[in-house]
């Protein structure tokens, strides 16, 4: 059994291989492919084709207020469900799979049900003639619209992506020893009081897992926006592929990606940094 | 009293908000074309009409894709099963220099957008011979299909006393053989779990599908690149298809979802 040292090494080198392969070298790729013309030379023109663009500072923007719509959304949501989960007891488990069901739905398909919903004939407007609000169909989606396109994307992403947060916080929450809030309720604590003071703060881990996944999730956000505006209402990930597939230009694209990454990076740093100090001010 | 009503209350109208614009989908796909344009539409099905969803497979180039789809992701689910339990059995059972390091690795290719792989990954696929075939799609699935399987495995084979190996081990049984006879038996389930994931992540993925394919389209590729030119019935029938599997999918690894999304919190 002298060679059981080097077992593991065995067992993760196919795995970290592939990772090497298929991770950290096209991140690189992608740096350089960003920062280098048609000829290899270094330049900063991508960039500057990707600024000059019309679409971009609309790509930029809607992507930037779609995640800060989206994410804060889903955490309160989430977080309403899994504290609501707890003050169930009969019929928990359909409930759990029934929340969970989205995880299973695409993005795309998430888009395209939405899209059922608020196009022309759809039933948002079947709804909104049944009420008597409109007489004929609205149309929604259209470029005259982006803010109708705007709340169906959110529409869609709550519904299809909440869950992902809900799972999160509902696997920390078991991680919390019962006995902390039992302790807060002997001291008299309200229920409102145990969840700011007892629950709130040590769910922060889940909490920070789930803030930092959604967020670079929505920040890639594409089929959805693609389902149901197509491009007239623009986002980053999405002018990514137009400028890759239509318009078959590799050193842009990766630009656009290249951005969305910074941004990925710079959210993750900052709910690092404050949800730290906040932690440690808890303690 | 009156609160556990509330709370029953909240949790139906939650039940509601999920399911509702499935049924409607649903409803859609399994109508005729006069009732997916009609105006203004009920809540319930007019009719039950296979018209649309007959549409929907007619259309040239819908089973090709499927039949992608599904090759893709049996490609996905081997691939990073194969790659993935390996590293989860290291991590479960050998403290090992370089464990952490490791573990970070895994954690930190989630923080990557898709877009930053797609877009290199389609250049060079071009250069290698794989672009727009099911294996150049099944190696970029499986990158992000590979973290879950490395992770789920690990809690998996933790959750098995070594104890049981270990006393294979003095009955005989060399360590592939304990492996074998012993870990892998009761593992099946959860590795089952963890492969069906990896289907329905590349049964879903989109994005880097449509950029490195060109004719071998998978399923949400083909909608995706066809959205903008196809008639409505196709697209709903097509949406429905596509959420159909992954709603029988989760069914089945419902017991295993948190162990998926849980092992993020460490």
Redesign the interface.
Known sequence: MRSE?Y???V??L???L??LF??AW??L??LL?SVRGSGGQWTLENFQRMAADLYFKDALKYTLLLTVVIVPLQVVMALG?AM??G??S??RDL???????????????A???????F?E???L??FL??IGVIQQ?QLWLSYETPMMIFVAVVAAEV?RATA?VF??L???L??IPKEYSEAAEVFGATPWQRFWKVTLPLLM??LQ?AL??RT?LA??V??VV??LG?RNLPVL?GE??YW??AYQN?GV??A???I??GI??VA?ILYLRLMRSKQEGAA | MN??WL??F??VV??L???I??F??AT?AFSDRPSV???????LPQQFSLETISFFFGVEGVWKAIRNSLTVAAMTLVFSV???A??G???A??P?A??DA?RL??LM?????????A??????FIQVGIYDTAFGVA??H??LA?PFA?LVTSSLFLGIPKELEEAAWTLGCNRIQAFLRVVLPLALPGLAATAIFAF?IS?????AA??LTLRERTL?AF??TS??DSP?PF??A??FF??VP??I???II?RY??TL?????R
């Open positions: 040292r077992i593991p090494y067992l993760i196919p795995s970290v592939f990772l298929l991770f096209p991140l790729e992608a492919l469900m609501l989960l003050g169930i009969k019929g409930f759990l799979y029934v929340w969970t069901i989205p995880l299973g739905i695409s993005d795309l398909a888009g395209i049900v939405w899209l059922a919903i196009t004939r759809g039933y407007n079947s003639q049944g169909p519904w992902i799972v999160i509902v696997a920390g078991q991680l881990p889940s897992v930092i996944l670079i920040l890639e594409f089929a693609v389902a197509g990930a990514a592929y890759y597939n590799p694209a990766a656009y990606a290249v969305i990454l990925s990076v993750t | 609160l556990r709370y029953l909240l949790a939650l039940v908000w999920v399911l614009p499935i409607l989908i859609l344009f009609a105006w203004p539409k009920g809540l194969l790659l993935g390996p590293a059995y290291a991590l059972r050998y090992f370089g464990a490791y690795l895994i290719t989630r923080a990557f957008p898709l877009a930053i792989l877009i290199p990954l389609a250049v060079q190696l970029v499986t990158a590979l490395v329905v049964w879903n993925e989109v994005f449509t950029l949400p909608l995706l959205l903008n409505l697209r709903f097509g949406g596509l959420i992954a709603l999918f989760i069914f419902r979802l948190f999304w849980g092992i993020a919190n």
